[in-house]
């Protein structure tokens, strides 16, 4: 008997399912599960019972909440797929001010209706146990398919600890830091082989900031290359404002770097 999966969205902009359809060989390796549910096709209703459950897209609700917390209750692995649910992603970035006078201005008068219950945007493993994290904006296709074999298999995630800038020298790409453009990749989690590099696009750490980054040193390595710790700060918060760890770490490393600077 085949497992059941739903694929269900919180707050983001359906990037990372919309990934998933345009891969023939995504939706191949999906046949192996009976897809119960998914919300970016279906117009149904989740089933009472499921196996594994994909979840894109930041917290930014208490209806949010409540749904994940009956998903973990109800399936037996959970993915979070994407930088919106991994990291809080770009709705993250509602971090740097208040929500409600966001919604306010916005909204205007129906703020308090829209802003009903709404939560500072934070990733799903602020919640729940997470078994899974598939991080980028957009998703890989092919390390998606790697974990729903890992998942079938019942194998735990294995998720990469150093940071972005070997592959950036297997991939034998210049370094954008020689042409005084700040790129993440020192402190970017890994696994993405390059790609926005290799493609003319410095790395914005869209997988999250790597376990084993030396942010500290990122930092003092900016400020000798011309860019200063609030502009280096700015540029991990594109994708990490809601990653409390990162950003905890990120503050005490700007302020080492700048009392070294100064």
């Known amino acids: ?26 939706l191949e390796m999906l046949s192996t599960f009976d897809l119960g549910y998914w919300q970016f096709v279906s117009s149904g209703d989740m ?10 897209g930041a917290v930014t609700t208490d209806e949010h909440v409540e749904l994940l917390e009956k998903v973990r209750a109800t399936a037996s692995c959970v993915i979070a797929l994407g930088a919106c649910a991994a990291t809080g992603g770009i709705p993250g970035l509602a971090i740097a001010g208040p929500v409600r006078g966001q919604l306010k201005e916005v909204y205007g008068s129906g703020e308090k209706k829209v802003g009903a219950g709404a939560r500072k945007p934070a990733p799903i493993s602020d ?3 997470v078994d899974f994290t ?6 890989d ?6 974990v729903l074999q890992r998942a079938i298999r019942a194998l735990v995630d294995t998720p990469q600890r150093q940071s972005m800038c070997g592959e950036c020298k297997i991939a034998e790409n210049m370094c ?20 926005c590099v290799s493609r003319g696009r410095p790395c914005t ?16 390595f900016a400020a000798q290359n011309k860019c ?35």
Not at 141 to 146: M, Q
Not at 183 to 192: E, K, N, P
Not at 205 to 220: F, H, K, L, P, T
Not at 246 to 254: L, P, R
């Open 141 to 146: 296709p092919a390390e998606l398919s790697r």
């Open 134 to 139: 598939i991080p980028g904006c957009p998703i």
């Open 176 to 195: 954008f830091w020689l042409a005084g453009t700040p790129c993440l990749g020192m402190i970017a989690r890994s696994g993405c082989n390059a790609t």
């Open 228 to 262: 200063d710790a609030d502009q280096f700060e700015s540029l991990i918060k594109i994708y990490n404002a809601a990653n409390e760890q990162a950003t905890q770490k990120a503050v005490t490393s700007k302020k080492t770097a700048q009392e070294v600077v100064s």
């Open 47 to 56: 089933p009472d019972a499921y196996e594994v459950a994909l979840i894109e």
């Open 127 to 129: 919640y729940i146990t």
């Open 1 to 26: 008997m085949r497992p059941t999966a739903v694929i269900l969205s919180l707050a983001s902009d359906y990037g990372c399912q919309v990934q998933i359809s345009n891969f023939p060989e995504i």
């Open 205 to 220: 750490a869209c997988r999250g900031i790597a376990q084993d980054a030396n942010i500290e040193s990122a930092y003092a």
